[in-house]
Each structure stands twice: as C-alpha cells, then as structure tokens.
C-alpha cells in the first residue's frame, strides 16, 4: 500500500513537472513570437519613412536638418542588433523625429494638400497603432512568462526550462512620455 500512494505521489509530481515546463516553453515562445511581431511593424515603419522623406524633400528645402534628423533616426533604429530597451530607445528617438518632421509639414500648405503624402501620412499613422498594439501584446505576454516564472513552485523547474526574466518595452524618452496639448476650441488662431 505505501509503495502504491508513493508511486501516486510520484506520477502526480512527475506531471506536474511536465506542465510547469511546458508552460514555461509555451509562454516563453509566445514573448518571442509577440516580439518577432513588433520587428514586422517596426519593419513597416522602416520602410515608409524614405517614401515620405522622398515625397516632401523637394517641397521642404529649407528643412535639410529636419528630414536628415529622421533619417538618421531610422538608421539607428534599422540597425537594431540590441535588446527590448535599446530597441525602444531607438524607435523613441525615431517617432520624435518623425513627430518634428509632420510639425513642420504643417506649415507647407502644398503638402498638407498632396494625397501621396496625406495617403503616406495615415499609413505612418496605422503602423504607429499598429506598433503600439503589438508593444503592448508583447509587455502582457513577457508579464505573465515572467510571473509564472517566480511563482512558488513553478519557479522550481524554470532553470530546468531555461527560463529568463523578459525585458518589457519601456517608454524612455520624455517627449514620447508627454501628454500631447488637444485644443478642441472652435477659435481661429489670430495672426
């Protein structure tokens, strides 16, 4: 009888185990799975950005500085390479740029009235969203893989799983962090 509830208690311990490891695997491919999904949205990003640059170059001669910042800025970002928070940091510098680049757009009526450049601006628009979706599913699903792995007592298989703490998609830079001022009035600026 006490050979039977130790076998019991072994098949049970043993199937436990099975399923905390396989758990820890199935949460762990899906951080990088959600993380290879953001790399195909930054990739989006990446490649609009020369076709807007190319569009308003002409018509922005006097703002070199402004399209050469967002180039620069995607070159960084394209040569990625880093972690979560290098990645982050660079897209952040990237999406300031960028935010500059359609300020100044503002002030070029031809170019607010172009539809390539309207049609290049709303997808630039969509990917952001995009990004923004696939950041935050990659920050839930790297929480959970991360709680499961503290957790008493599937922590005790995670060495066996090889699991690791998932770095999340912090927001760095200040100006991304600021919260943007929306007049809704119905005044017309004076001037």
């Known amino acids: 009888m006490g050979m039977i509830i130790f076998i019991v208690v072994l098949v049970v311990v043993l199937l436990w185990v099975v399923g905390a490891y396989n758990g820890l695997i199935a949460l762990k491919n899906q951080t990088v799975n959600a993380w290879k999904q953001i790399d195909v949205q930054l990739k989006r990003r990446h490649d609009l950005i020369p076709n807007l640059v190319n569009t308003v170059k002409g018509s922005m001669e006097f703002e070199k500085d402004t399209l050469q910042a967002v180039i620069d800025a995607r070159s960084k970002a394209m040569a990625g390479g880093g972690g979560v928070k290098e990645t982050a940091a660079a897209e952040g510098m990237l999406s300031g740029a960028l935010g500059k680049l359609f300020v100044v757009m503002e002030r070029y009526p031809d170019l607010k009235s172009s539809q390539n450049v309207r049609d290049l601006?709303?997808?630039l628009s969509t990917t952001e969203n995009k990004i923004a979706f696939a950041r935050q599913l990659y920050n839930d699903v790297a929480t959970s893989y991360n709680t499961k792995q503290q957790q008493f007592p599937t922590n005790l298989v995670a060495g066996l799983a090889k699991a690791e703490i998932a770095e999340l998609?912090?927001?760095?830079?200040?100006?991304?962090?600021?919260?943007?001022a929306v007049d809704l009035s119905l005044k017309k600026p004076q001037g």
């Open 169 to 180: 998609w912090e927001i760095e830079d200040k100006a991304e962090r600021d919260v943007p």
């Open 121 to 123: 601006q709303e997808e």
